[in-house]
């Protein structure tokens, strides 16, 4: 069998050990002509429902329902935050629910197998197909990681740590609530709490179960529920596998998935100049990077004023996104940045173990990224059934 994994961790660290970081600044170094990105394409999905439970299948994907007349609306998004059913940001799911869906289809993201001699056991065995030595990717983590890595370069109010741990010549990424990040969240005032409901609130307004059915917006709003694209794509040299939440798809599309989903989204309307620039400078960026790694190519966003009401509707196209943003940033130097942060990664995490896990962080403003050796296990984050699902 393969020896990954088998590797004693380092003792006598004392559990933190300094690595060369990576510099970020000046972002002119990423200023290079757009690197080579495969065509994202779904290699399958789940849907988490009330409970967190994950079912492999697409149960929860809402379709797009459009208002008679999208220029003239009158959404509520106060209505219903008193029954609002908030998923509990305390609870850390990491990694899990990718991984149960990698457990449950093995067969279409393994490797082929390396050892002949175990090979000939499995064949016709029906239970070995659910074990394998290797997943064929060499990064694993959660789109939104990702978008994090592309925004970097022109991002510099919010910081983000990233855990990573390599496990059979697979990276897993995880994301760790930074210090700053928690005292934010727990510092939202009532109205920022209530504000952070409308996105959602939207969604309702503009989605139903299926073609049939129309938005029912009495229903409480839970954000436990999600429907979960599951994509692979190549970066250069990277082959990448990553989950993003998908808020609904095209009605009544003969495309394929993900070329069918849409993304849906609210922004304060422009009242000055500087709100639309800032649009474009900032929220334009994030939207762009978090559809892009989908192959997501249309986003509807809800224009709303201060009492929540949102008024029109406006569509952006995805691919006319980084010529919209008129020089504030590059898509290439996104993508640059991110190409070149998953090399440095490769190149400095080496212990191939479960239980050892490489932080990386990005403190806000900071001219590097800096990564330390946690080797205790102590910040572990993949699961032992997810770690038993190989041989
Ligand atoms: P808006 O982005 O329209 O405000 P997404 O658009 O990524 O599907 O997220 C849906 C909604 O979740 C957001 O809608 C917002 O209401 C909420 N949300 C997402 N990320 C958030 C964050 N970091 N902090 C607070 N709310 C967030
Ligand atoms: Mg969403
Ligand atoms: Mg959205």
Known sequence: AANFGKEEAPRNQGGLQMIRPFPIKPISRFNQKFPFFRQPTEVGHFSL????????????????????????????LRKGYRD??????????????????????????????????????????ESTSRHCERINADFVMWRGHMTKFLCTPYEDREGWAMAVTLYRGTYYI??????????????????????????????????SDDERSQPDTTKPVDTHEAFCSVIRTRLDSHSLLYSGEVDCRIPNSK??????????????????????????????????????????????VGFRDDEGIVSYLRSFQTMQMASSSQGMWDAAVCFNFANQLLTYIKEIVTIDNPKVVYMLKRAPGSSEVTCTLHAEGDEQFLSQEYIASFR
């Open 49 to 76: 429902d009330s409970k967190r439970g994950v079912h492999c299948d697409a149960r929860l994907l809402k379709v797009y329902c459009p208002p008679a007349d999208p220029r003239r609306t009158d959404f509520d």
């Open 84 to 125: 609002y059913i908030k998923r509990d940001d305390d609870v850390k799911e990491r990694l899990n629910n990718i991984t149960k869906w990698m457990q449950e289809n093995k067969r279409l993201i393994a490797a082929p197998p390396t050892s002949t001699s175990e090979r000939s056991e499995d064949q016709g065995n």
């Open 174 to 207: 995880s994301e760790v609530e930074t210090e700053e990040n928690r005292a934010r969240r727990k510092g939202m005032s009532d109205r920022e709490q209530e504000m952070s409901y409308w996105g959602y609130k939207f969604e309702q307004y503009v989605t």
């Open 255 to 300: 495309k394929k998935p993900p070329e069918n989903y849409m993304e849906l989204k609210t922004t304060r309307i422009w009242y000055k100049h500087n709100n639309e620039r800032n649009f474009y400078r900032f929220k334009l960026l994030k939207v762009w990077a978090q559809s892009f790694l989908v192959g997501i190519p249309e986003v509807i």
